[in-house]
């Protein structure tokens, strides 16, 4: 595979136990005419007590050449 990617993630602690993620990627594909799937992801969590949480995501596909339109997601985080 012929692929190399620039990723960025960058996460925020917020008041009341919340955070903020984003985590944009950009690969470039050599061997598929060059083409460039960038996505980007948004999420909101909340962390409940120090080992549970919950969050939503926002996703896009970003230019001509986007893997997908956009998407929602929800999902738990666990500390152990």
């Known amino acids: 595979v012929n692929t ?3 990723r960025l993630i960058a996460i925020q ?3 009341n136990n919340f955070w903020g993620k ?3 990627k950009i690969p470039f594909e050599w061997s598929n005419n060059n083409a460039i799937p960038a996505t980007a992801e948004v999420q909101l969590g ?3 007590n120090s080992w549970f949480g919950a969050f939503v995501d ?4 970003v230019g001509g050449d986007r893997p997908y339109e956009w998407g ?3 999902g738990v985080r666990f500390n152990y």
């Open 4 to 6: 190399t990617s620039i």
């Open 72 to 74: 929602v997601g929800i």
């Open 46 to 48: 909340r962390m409940f």
């Open 13 to 15: 602690s917020l008041p």
């Open 58 to 61: 926002g996703l896009a596909g």
């Open 22 to 24: 984003l985590d944009a």
